[in-house]
């Protein structure tokens, strides 16, 4: 931490540190509102984490969905959202994420003219509440030419950053299309000012506490930035720091993380605990099931449509076709129960030798044979052998599958019952989602514990201020995104709830700056 000295190098009412949608939504927030507002990002492109996701937002009752026939409220949000998370967060924190949704969204239209859309994706609990064709919107997607000169300052895609793709600009989708086009929005705002290769190192305080600015480096070397009316860190997490993800979640590995080696590095929890900020849910993350790569890092996979996943003991151990959060948390207990961090996805020839799964980018199969993580044989003995399992357990995983899949119903683990299983697949009954394995050959695909992100950091109330450990919100400090606890706790109760909740305390948290705080309810 460092104290204010008398002169800083730069003023602005507002500095933001991190670029990823929250950050950018609410950089976007107060330039609108006549505050100098200054963006800092650390590497050489805006978008972080947010930049590889879909680009969902969940924000229920929000009037995107009511013009594309999708009857829904934030009544029926709230109901949901409770359900899920319960008490893990504070219900006035919850509240003022699902009230504050509707209005976010009407000044994504109505003030950043920025175009949205509905897209079905099922919430992903069977709890009161739920919207089986979900209730996320999207941005609509942007042409390069659009963004002009500014493409290529939007991270790239994940096959593009991490294994070696060519860039195709041709068109911006998902969450590279929220980054582009909230860019662009600042850049038509005389107040705004947005800085690449600028990070930040310590946040500073005046004499009485307060936080008043950022000390960053950027070329030029190390400058005080100052803040205002507060400093608002929406960085990321700690996804990509090794020492950090052993230390809080005793991961083998940053490496399988979905965030960029870049980004995610633990920056904002670093500042945040120098300042005696309160933090929470340090062992939790955006899990998911990943496919392993030769370089290393692993993909986000979801959608298998055939096969089955067993650990280091070569047996099955849940539901494939879960939500991929609820996915990884029932592989990260393996990992806790003491069977390794060893998990195999065993699937047959149906698909022509091709990978039965939703994986960007898909997986060839000589490279990741030739780095022994895709193996072939003629039965399941050989298999079981070159991937270091007992024949007997692949062999009775594998035989009983194949009995609950000849009978049409999984009893061991439900696949195929509820509708976020069947949504990928397209099937309409439980028995689309259950083939036997079968044919002359099998594969064993190596698959780990990835993530989209961690989702532990500091404490924040319901306007967005970072609380100390005695639960008082430190002055002129603001959190937002996977910088702060997560307000779904240990749940992920639907697509966009990462992206949604962040922009959502991001608004709340310019407003509490302007000195005109949203109210928790409507």
Not at 39 to 49: H, P, Q, V
Not at 464 to 475: E, F, R
Request: hydrophobic content about 40%; some cysteine.
């Amino acid at each position: 931490m460092t104290e204010a000295s008398s002169t800083f190098d730069a003023e602005f009412d507002v500095v933001v540190v991190g670029s990823g949608v929250a950050a950018l939504f609410g950089a976007a927030v107060a330039a609108s509102r006549g505050l100098t507002t200054c963006l800092i990002e650390k590497t050489e492109r805006f978008g972080g984490t947010s930049a590889y996701s879909g680009g969902a937002v969940w924000l229920p009752g929000n009037a995107v969905l009511a013009r594309d026939g999708l009857e829904d409220s934030v009544e029926k949000g709230r109901t949901y959202f409770r359900a899920v998370v319960g008490d893990r967060t504070d219900h006035d924190l919850q509240d003022a994420y699902l009230n504050t949704g509707p209005g976010v969204v009407d000044f994504l239209q109505d003030e950043l003219g920025i175009p949205t859309r509905f897209q079905a994706f099922p919430d992903y609990f069977d709890a009161p509440g739920r919207q089986e064709a979900g209730r996320s919107i999207y941005p609509k997607p942007i042409r390069g030419e659009e963004v002009g000169e500014r493409t290529g300052d939007i991270r790239s895609s994940v096959p593009v950053d991490q294994f070696g793709a060519p860039e195709d600009t041709t068109k911006l989708e998902g969450g590279r299309a929220w980054v582009a086009r909230l860019v662009l929005a600042l850049d038509g705002m005389e107040t705004a000012e947005l800085r690449l290769s600028t990070a930040a190192e310590e946040l500073v305080r005046d004499d009485d506490g307060r936080v008043v600015g950022v000390r960053v480096r950027d070329d030029a070397g190390s400058r005080l930035l100052g803040a205002r009316r507060g400093v608002l860190v929406a960085a990321g997490g700690f996804e990509r720091s090794t020492e950090l993800r052993g230390l809080w979640q005793g991961m083998p590995t940053a490496d399988w993380s979905a965030s960029h080696p870049d980004t995610g590095s633990g920056d904002a929890v670093r500042m945040f605990e120098r300042v005696g900020a309160r933090l929470d849910l340090l062992d939790q993350s955006w899990w998911c099931p990943a496919t392993l790569f030769p370089n290393g890092h692993a993909a986000f996979t979801l959608g298998f449509r055939s096969g089955i996943i067993v650990d280091g003991t070569g047996r099955r151990f849940a539901n494939e076709l879960l939500p991929y959060d609820q996915m990884g948390r029932k592989m990260h207990a393996r990992m806790d129960a003491g069977v390794g961090e060893e998990f195999w996805f065993v699937f047959d020839d149906a698909e022509a030798g091709g990978y039965p799964a939703i994986c960007v980018p898909a997986p060839d199969a000589g490279e990741l044979r030739e780095a022994g993580l895709w193996h072939t044989a003629g039965s399941i003995a050989d298999l079981a052998e070159a991937i270091g399992l007992d024949p007997q357990t692949l062999g009775e995983s594998v035989a009983r599958f194949n009995t609950l899949a000849g009978q049409g119903r999984d009893s061991d683990f439900g696949r195929g019952v509820d509708p976020y299983g069947r949504f990928f697949l397209g099937a309409s009954t439980p028995e689309e989602c259950l083939r036997p394995l079968a044919g002359e050959r099998l594969h064993a695909v190596r698959v780990v514990l990835g993530d989209l992100g961690t989702k532990g950091g500091a404490v924040i109330d319901p306007n967005g201020s970072v609380l100390d450990t005695d639960g008082a919100p430190i002055p002129g400090l603001y959190a937002a995104g996977n910088s702060s606890a997560s307000v779904s706790g240990e749940a992920y109760p639907g697509p966009g709830v990462p992206l949604g909740s962040g922009m959502t305390m991001a608004f709340r948290a310019v407003a509490d700056m302007t000195g005109q705080p949203l109210p928790i309810t409507p």
